[in-house]
């Protein structure tokens, strides 16, 4: 049974990662989205939600057709914590769905 208590996953080799981002860039066209960069700020803003124990990543296409990913913070049963529908957060600990995320291509690293 899987635990939500902020210790899950963890790292992996570069060889593997290697070979897995190579399975994905053969899979897509040229110009597809191979990444998406966060700030720090934003992912410890999602982080110090109340109640919150780790994040969850979803896949989402924007209006313009383009691949993007959310992040929601999670609790410790494993749920999401979302913002009240149409509500605004007012305070940092409130729950909040992050994208604006900088994708590659435009912004790739240089390794």
């Not at 992996?12 to 998406?36: C, G, M, V």
């Not at 982080?47 to 296409?61: M, P």
């Not at 924007?62 to 993007?68: C, E, I, L, R, V």
């Amino acid at each position: 049974m899987a635990t939500f208590n902020g210790s899950e996953s963890g790292p992996i080799p570069l060889e593997t990662a290697k070979e897995w981002t190579a399975n994905y860039r053969a899979s897509i066209k040229p110009d597809d989205t191979l990444a998406h960069y966060f700030g720090g700020d934003i992912i410890r803003r999602v982080l110090n939600e109340t109640g919150c124990v780790g994040i969850r990543i979803y896949y989402a296409i924007d209006d313009k057709g383009k691949k993007q990913v959310l992040i929601v913070g999670t609790d410790a049963n494993g749920d999401n914590l979302l913002p009240a529908q149409g509500a605004e957060a007012k305070a940092d600990d409130d729950p909040i769905i992050v994208d604006y995320s900088y994708p590659c291509p435009n912004y790739c690293p240089s390794n």
